[in-house]
DNA sequence: AAGCCCCAG
DNA sequence: CATTCTGGGGCTT
């Protein structure tokens, strides 16, 4: 149909970073002692990861830890069943990319893509360009093809190279991690060449040489994108290798696939792949899990939720956000089928659960609120009184609260966050100093993050000032105390803008009018009376988002 | 919106 | 083969 599809466009350019064996470095930093022995990450029964030293041995991705143990007697085991530490450590490193674009795609733990394109821009425009080709000392060229492309790409990605290089070198600098990286025009092509030199390698592909790297993959299963159930729908059909899919006809593809897909799947054998990189903000759930043998008692059950939901709390409380729905996941064992399916149940509950802030200082009567409509819902999933066996539980929170909208909020510069400032600002700053020491300039001659002449300031208006003072309060938020009268709707004829009974009213009297418009609109909408699952009276609710900060200590 | 499946590391 | 512990997205109802 449309000609564009199949276009192979080269104007951007992509940067996929992989974090070297991430779960067995993060283990490494907290016990430098296990940098040179054989390392295994166990859940379970599976030794999920490992380091390079243990793959020497023939340890492999999840691998049975019985045969794990046979390959290597001295494997040196860690728990890493709670992805805490990975989980705080991986948003560290999108932080650190997020430096160099505002586009920056999170893919699990351990990945990230960056869409560079504005920045390599700059660079090209920048008069100081330095000369040669450092590419070829820090990046493998994939491929036997010469680049006859005279779109521009060869000179991009070769600045994108340098980029990830820096990027890179920063991750190491400030997070102590090595990591890999591909350079390439798209997504897909920078993932899969990104894993063709590892590990603490970088590796760029030239689009002339897209159609040898696709080629060079042993079977379609090894494109990304391209799963367990769609390589098999494409088996039926005899298309095993990733040339059979560039050779199929698209027509028989469109027997067992949508025409959309069936063009998707051709394009990724040919290397094409136009979909963008995606902004990864806070995740849009939070859950955790357990497997287990096997659990056949109610009360066991509970006390497993008792736990997974303590933990879950700490989350939640780090996150900020509040979440609206509750989900339930169990995975029944099925003795005929011999085989495993998971269930879920959802529900939406009252976000005030998760209000109290500090969880140690939550009300255990929240927790048990919580673990009963939690027990609702298994009951629901599992005939209790017939012989069950569960064989994984899971409490997942979804659907939250959201914060206004970045641009037409004041709740950004309320975030805890480290406020994300642009490479580009950075390299202005920057631009009249001269370390001779450093070849690069921007964030890896930008060591110290505490000092303040590093960081750029930003733009610090009065009002976020304010704010700022304010987030001094935020540790701990008081529950507030609404009256009846604040649920009254505001009359148009009202000039003054209403002060939320939360706030202290001198406080609020002193904000300008537009942050009083807004904060009481926040108020208003929050609200809300969310159906409890009990049929206790419904309560009346408090706020959860900029409000928190301004409440009356 | 609920619940399933498929994808990823 | 899936196995772990997650998280995103899409399809069907």
Not at 205 to 211: I, K, M, R, T, V
Request: hydrophobic content about 35%; overall charge positive.
């Amino acid at each position: 149909m449309n000609v564009d599809e199949y276009k192979d466009e080269h104007a951007r350019t992509i940067i996929h970073i992989d974090i070297d064996c991430f779960y067995a470095q993060v283990e490494i930093l907290k016990r430098p002692e296990l940098k040179n022995v054989p390392l295994g990450i166990q859940q379970k029964n599976i030794v999920v990861t490992s380091n390079y030293i243990a793959r020497e041995f023939g340890i492999r991705k999840c691998m049975l830890l019985t045969e794990a143990m046979q390959l290597c007697p001295n494997l040196v085991l860690v728990n890493g069943e709670d992805l805490n530490d990975y989980r705080t450590m991986s948003y560290k490193v999108t932080t650190l990319l997020q430096k160099y674009s505002e586009i920056v795609e999170r893919l699990g733990l351990d990945e990230n893509f960056v869409d560079v394109t504005k920045l390599v821009e700059q660079k090209l425009k920048n008069t100081d360009r330095s000369a040669g080709d450092p590419n070829q000392d820090v990046t493998n060229i994939v491929g036997s093809n010469d680049s006859y492309c005279q779109c521009g790409c060869e000179i991009r990605l070769k600045i994108g190279s340098l980029i990830a290089d820096e990027m890179r070198r920063l991750i190491h600098n400030q997070l102590g991690l090595t990591s890999c990286a591909g350079i390439a025009h798209n997504k897909l092509l920078a993932k899969i060449v990104c894993s063709t030199h590892k590990p603490n390698q970088q590796s760029m592909l030239f689009p002339d040489s897209a159609l040898e790297l696709m080629l060079s993959l042993n079977n379609v299963e090894s494109i990304p994108g391209i799963g367990r159930a769609t390589s098999d729908i494409l088996k039926s059909l005899g298309v095993r290798t990733v040339q059979d899919l560039q050779n199929a006809e698209l027509s028989e593809l469109h027997r067992l696939f949508e025409i959309d897909k069936a063009k998707f799947l051709q394009n990724l054998s040919f290397g094409i792949d136009n979909s963008p990189v995606k902004k990864s903000g806070k995740p849009l759930s939070l859950g955790l899990e357990d497997s287990c043998k096997l659990i056949c008692a109610e009360n066991e059950v509970k006390e497993k939720l008792g736990d997974l939901l303590k933990r879950l709390l700490l989350l939640v409380e780090a996150d900020g956000r509040l979440p609206k729905t509750i989900k339930l996941t169990i995975r029944k064992f099925d003795k005929l089928t011999n085989t495993s399916r998971r269930e879920t149940k959802q529900t939406n509950i009252n976000p005030q659960f998760f209000t109290s802030g500090c969880v140690s200082q939550m009300n255990p009567n929240n927790i048990q609120k919580i673990l009963m409509i939690l027990m609702n819902m298994f009951r629901k999933l599992v005939r209790v009184h017939k012989p069950f066996h569960i064989t994984l539980l899971g409490i997942s929170l979804v659907k939250f609260n959201e914060r206004p909208s970045f641009r037409n909020s004041i709740a950004p510069f309320l975030r805890k966050d480290i406020e994300v400032q642009s490479i580009i600002s950075i390299e202005n700053l920057n631009s009249n100093e001269s370390s001779p020491e450093s070849r690069t300039h921007s964030p890896s001659s930008c060591r110290e993050s505490s000092d303040p002449e590093c960081e750029p300031t930003p733009k610090r208006t009065k009002l976020s000032i304010f704010k700022r003072n304010f987030l001094e309060y935020d540790t701990c938020e008081s529950p507030s105390k609404l009256r009846v009268q604040d649920l009254q709707l505001t009359s148009d004829s009202v000039q003054k803008v209403r002060c939320p009974s939360s706030i202290d009213e001198s406080v609020f009297r002193e904000l300008p009018l537009e942050m009083q418009q807004e904060l009481w609109s926040e108020y208003k909408n929050s609200q809300i009376d969310y159906a409890s699952c009990e049929n206790k009276p419904k309560k009346i609710k408090s706020t959860n988002t900029i409000l928190n900060y301004f409440v009356k200590q």
